[in-house]
């Protein structure tokens, strides 16, 4: 595996995924009805009544940080740093959890179809940079193409 083979695979992982955000955008991706149904399901982190903005300002500010810290990882990962490696194999590890307490969630199958493919990519590239060529470069700190 090249670092530049490597760093395609990246980039295919967020390209799959701001897909899937596109796809999720589009409309007809699932009936009226299913929609409505969706729409009318209770938001689990929000039944806190009185502290609803509260727990929504907590929650938006927990995203943005994950989030923030995802990009941070991500650009870590694509520069062969270390810590990049550490922090984004941290954080989706750490993610996983958190698929317990969203509560439902519900996805066009195009969307899905990018959901999926986007976790399949990151997942090897993940492997990639702690089993392989790769590894070794950012263990030596070489980021050379």
């Known amino acids: 595996m090249t ?9 295919a992982s967020f390209l ?3 897909a899937a955000l596109v796809a999720g955008l589009l409309p007809g991706g699932y009936s009226p009805a ?3 149904a969706y729409a009318n399901e209770s938001s689990p982190w929000l039944l806190m009544d009185d502290w609803a903005p509260i727990a929504l300002l907590l929650t938006l ?5 994950l989030l923030a810290a995802a990009v941070a990882g991500f650009i870590g990962l694509f520069l062969l740093a270390r810590w990049g490696r550490t922090l984004s194999l941290s954080l989706t590890l750490l993610g996983l ?7 439902p969630i519900l996805m066009s199958p195009l ?10 990519l990151w997942g090897a590239g993940l492997a990639l940079a702690y089993y392989s060529p790769v ?6 700190g070489a980021a050379g193409s």
């Open 97 to 103: 959890p958190l698929y317990l307490v969203l509560g």
């Open 16 to 18: 799959s995924l701001v």
């Open 61 to 65: 500010l927990a995203v943005l940080t």
């Open 3 to 11: 670092i530049t083979r490597f760093r395609a695979l990246l980039i």
């Open 135 to 140: 590894a070794t470069r950012i263990e030596t």
């Open 34 to 36: 299913l929609a409505d």
């Open 111 to 120: 969307e899905a179809m990018f959901t999926e493919a986007s976790a399949l």
